[in-house]
């Protein structure tokens, strides 16, 4: 299984280090966020390395969405959250620190002041159309 040593997410899926774990599979582990914006904030990762969303194989992605549902009803049930964001991080700009793939799952309530800043914009006449077509062309390629 390929993992890294430097990485605190494959020291964690080897028992290097502790973490509260509250899934685990073949493929995929779970286990609360060390510094959780809300209570009960998971991660949730593929057990193998990847740094990158983009290269995860089929297979480990179809493990992480079939882990998705589940976890996201035992978080509804043990936090009593309303709702949750399930967050990417992918590459530093973005905001990654930990460099193997991971899915943040964060309780959310109406009232509990986390917000989030989505300074929605808007396109010029033609532009979508314009990105349509590069996403079609790029997806058809991928
Ligand atoms: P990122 O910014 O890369 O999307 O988020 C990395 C997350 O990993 C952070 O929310 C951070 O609190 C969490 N984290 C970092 N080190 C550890 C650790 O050793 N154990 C656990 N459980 N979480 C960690
Ligand atoms: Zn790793």
Not at 2 to 30: K, L, S
Not at 81 to 90: D, I, K, P, R, T
Not at 97 to 122: E, M, T, Y
């Amino acid at each position: 299984m390929a993992r890294d040593p430097n990485c605190i997410f494959c020291r964690i899926v080897a028992v290097e280090i502790p973490a509260a774990v509250v899934y685990e599979d073949e493929a995929v582990i779970a286990f609360l966020d060390i510094g959780p914006l809300a209570e009960g904030h998971l991660l949730m990762t593929p057990k193998v390395h990847y740094a990158d969303v983009t290269q995860i194989p089929p297979s480990v992605a179809a493990n992480l969405g079939a882990a998705l549902p589940p976890l996201g009803r035992a978080l509804l049930k043990v936090t009593g959250a309303e709702g949750f964001n399930v967050l990417c991080n992918q590459g530093r700009s973005a905001g990654q620190v930990v460099q193997h793939v991971h899915f943040h799952l964060i309780p959310r309530k109406s009232d509990d002041g986390l917000g989030f800043r989505w300074n929605a914009g808007s396109y010029e006449a033609g532009r979508a159309e314009e990105l349509v077509a590069a996403y079609q062309k790029a997806i058809a390629n991928a």
